[in-house]
């Protein structure tokens, strides 16, 4: 139990370390995502430009 908790410790923290960069890379994707889909309507509602 106890080499067990030892193990899992240090585990979970780099988890959370983990989940901190993820959250800062998953607001970079959401914002990339936000643009490529602005884009994509103006493509879509004025197809003469492209």
Do not use: C, H, N
Request: hydrophobic letters at 60%; aromatic letters at 14%.
């Amino acid at each position: 139990m106890v080499k067990w908790l030892l193990w899992v410790s240090p585990d979970r923290y780099r988890l959370e370390a983990l989940e901190r960069k993820l959250g800062r890379m998953e607001a970079f994707l959401l914002a990339l995502t936000f643009v490529l889909v602005v884009y994509l309507l103006i493509a879509l509602l004025q197809p003469e430009r492209f």
